[in-house]
Each structure stands twice: as structure tokens, then as C-alpha cells.
């Protein structure tokens, strides 16, 4: 029972009061790098505190970049360019459902970025 709880607390995105979040973009002629308005922030934390990392054999082709990104508390999390519910965090995945995915691409779109970015 102990290994099981280390082993999915592992597996799990932790985020229950993040300190600071900024997002960055560039692709095409839009670059920028901006830091998270604290309503932003908590938005993050909501979709992603307790989401369970997916396990993947190899790195699904949704195509991510740390040139589009979401960063917190430094940890890059990278949302995939193909506007897929997938969002990679060093090598490993978290699977969004639709209306997350929005929220998340919103902080972007809402600066000036656009997805798909491929």
C-alpha cells in the first residue's frame, strides 16, 4: 500500500499554491514574455494541481516547444503546438480535457499568440 501511494503521488502534478507563473511565446513573428496575472495563475493551478502524468511510450507527435510554454514556479509546461489536450512537462504527459485546454490556451491568444503553431 505504501509503494502504491509513492508511486501515484509520483505520478502527480503538484501545484497547490504556486508563487509565480510567467508564459512565453514565440513562433512566426509573435514573440513575447510576459509574467501571469494572479487570477492566471490560480487558473493553472486549478486545471493542473492532482492531474496524474499519462504514461506514453515515446513522445506523442502533437509537437511541443519550450518557446511555447507555460512556467511555474520553474517548471516548463509545455502545451502541444497542434492545439491537442496534451500538455508535456519534461518527458512526461498530462492529457487536458477540452474546456482546460481553453483556459490554458487563453492565457496565450490573450497576449497576441495563436495556435495552431506547428
Excluded: W
Excluded at 65 to 70: D, L, M, R, S
Amino acid at each position: 500500500l505504501i509503494a502504491a501511494t509513492v508511486l501515484l503521488l509520483g505520478r502527480q502534478v503538484h501545484m497547490k499554491d504556486p508563487k509565480q507563473g510567467t508564459v512565453t511565446y514565440t513562433y512566426g513573428d509573435i514573440s513575447f514574455t510576459d509574467k501571469m496575472t494572479a487570477e492566471e495563475l490560480a487558473a493553472v493551478a486549478r486545471i493542473l494541481d492532482g492531474k496524474v502524468y499519462a504514461m506514453e511510450l515515446g513522445v506523442p507527435s502533437c509537437g511541443f516547444n519550450e518557446k511555447i510554454a507555460i512556467i511555474v514556479d520553474g517548471k516548463t509546461f509545455m502545451l502541444a503546438c497542434d492545439k491537442c489536450g496534451t500538455v508535456q512537462c519534461g518527458m512526461r504527459f498530462i492529457h487536458l480535457s477540452d474546456a482546460e485546454r481553453d483556459v490554458l490556451e487563453r492565457i496565450f491568444t490573450s497576449r497576441g499568440g495563436e495556435f495552431p503553431c506547428v
